[in-house]
């Protein structure tokens, strides 16, 4: 701080503009990032992207029963939601540091 107890506003701007950057890389980071979450003991998996967009779901033949339909919709949700608990950890742990545990959006 300078003399009087103001911030210097010059390094707070330089503060800032680091932050920005690094939350731009770390946005980067998990854009490229592909998580993976199954169900049924690997029956249904999911590949999610870091950015929470669904990348791939790929269905073993032996989950496919055409008169119990609602299992396998169970399976794919279950493996969606896997996958998505581990893109948000992964936010939590990349962004976390750098937002201060703030909940800043990104």
Known sequence: MRP???PNMQQLMKQAQKMQQQLAAAQAELAETE???TSGGGLVTVVIGG???VRSVKIDPKAVD???VETLED???LAIT???EQVRK???QKMGPLTGGMGLPF
């Open 51 to 53: 950015g929470g967009d």
């Open 90 to 92: 992964l936010t939590d």
């Open 66 to 68: 055409p008169d119990d």
């Open 35 to 37: 998580l993976t979450g």
């Open 4 to 6: 009087g107890g103001q």
């Open 75 to 77: 399976l794919v949700l």
């Open 82 to 84: 896997n996958a998505s």
